[in-house]
């Protein structure tokens, strides 16, 4: 089975500033998909960022990039710039990649943005 | 983007009723849904997996009888809530995975339960 590790219950950065949440993760599967998804206080969840093990380049979106250590089973988030509306649960999800797969969530990093 | 709704996003009912909420996917096809539970401040567990035209597949310690899922076609899942007790109130959400890009889930807005 499946194991997802969130070490920081909670964080907190400045506006403007950068920040890192830590995911890992243990698996004997080769084939994965890991996620990062975002709940803010409406409680809806929204994708942040989506890798595929099989590619070591590390996505990017926009002000959203991971550093993906596969040998490490680590997928850290960095949120550059932060802003306010980045206030949220952050969550780390990992997936087989294969037909009727679920979802495996960490237990979540709380993230407050302040002035 | 692909869009997930849930009816009602809240409801309140007395001990004893059941309740139906209603997932859907409003502009694309999904033949596997999944229901999940929230807790207050924890993460999101895995109730089970609804798929279309079939029988729902239930996480271990989750309740069939209680937690009735019915996946009538590729855009509607819907979990009842059959005899509720308090202790069932939560937050639902349900999620989709879109037959063309299997590999992401998209989630609905949720659902609040109150049972008094």
């Known amino acids: 089975a499946q194991t997802v590790t969130q070490s920081q219950p909670e964080m907190s950065v400045q506006e403007a500033e950068t920040v890192t949440l830590s995911c890992t993760y243990d698996t004997s599967e080769n084939n994965y998909y890991l996620f990062w998804y975002k709940q803010p206080p409406s409680r809806q969840m929204i994708l942040v960022i989506r890798q595929e093990a099989y590619k070591q380049q590390n996505a990017t979106e926009n002000r959203f990039s991971v550093n993906f250590q596969k040998a490490a089973k680590s997928f850290s988030l960095k949120i550059s710039d932060s802003q306010l509306g980045d206030t949220a649960m952050y969550f780390c999800?990992?997936?087989?990649?294969?037909?009727?797969?679920?979802?495996?969530f960490g237990t979540g990093t709380r993230l407050q943005v302040t002035l | 983007g692909a869009v997930v709704s849930q009816h009602p996003s809240r409801v309140i009912c007395k001990s004893g009723t059941s309740v139906k909420i209603e997932c859907r996917s409003l502009?694309?096809?999904?033949?596997?849904m999944f229901w999940y539970r929230q807790f207050p401040k924890q993460s999101l567990m895995l109730m089970a997996t609804?798929?279309?035209?079939?029988?729902?597949?239930?996480e271990q310690g989750v309740e069939k009888d209680k937690f009735l899922i019915n996946h009538a076609s590729l855009t509607l899942s819907t979990l009842t809530v059959t005899s509720a007790h308090p202790e069932d109130s939560s937050f639902y959400i349900c999620?989709?995975?879109?037959?063309?890009?299997?590999?992401?889930?998209?989630f609905g807005p949720g659902t609040r339960l109150l049972v008094l």
């Open positions: 609804s798929n279309e035209g079939s029988k729902a597949t239930y």
């Open positions: 502009d694309f096809q999904a033949t596997t």
């Open positions: 999620s989709a995975r879109a037959d063309s890009a299997q590999e992401t889930q998209y």
């Open positions: 999800a990992f997936m087989w990649a294969g037909t009727a797969s679920k979802l495996t």
